[in-house]
């Protein structure tokens, strides 16, 4: 995927995850009754936050890792007809992984 976006400091780009639109007894879910997804996969990273001592912080997410954030947070836009949202991340609560 090739996003034309550059996170600034502590910011992620992240691609939600798409969302069921049928429901397993087969209703469909309207847009506007669906909530919004909490999870999605990091496309880009900025460099981390400036610290007081002139050092910037290491960011704890990378590209791709799989990410479960808050629900409100962020900035939503679309581009070339993907949404996306921008998030800090500090926004971020948690990296998922498949490891059992």
């Known amino acids: 995927m090739a996003v034309k976006i550059h996170p600034v400091a502590d910011r992620v780009v992240v691609k939600p995850a798409a969302k069921e639109e049928i429901t397993r007894s087969g209703l469909v879910i309207p847009d506007t009754a669906k909530e919004k997804p909490q999870e999605g996969i990091v496309i880009a ?8 001592n002139g050092k910037r912080a290491e960011m704890e997410v990378k ?3 799989r ?3 808050a629900k409100y947070g962020g900035t939503e836009f679309k581009q070339d007809g993907e949404e996306y949202l921008v998030l800090r991340e500090s926004d971020i609560l948690a990296v998922l992984s498949d490891e059992k």
């Open 63 to 65: 590209e791709g890792d």
């Open 45 to 52: 990273v900025g460099r981390g936050k400036l610290l007081d």
């Open 67 to 69: 990410v479960l954030y």
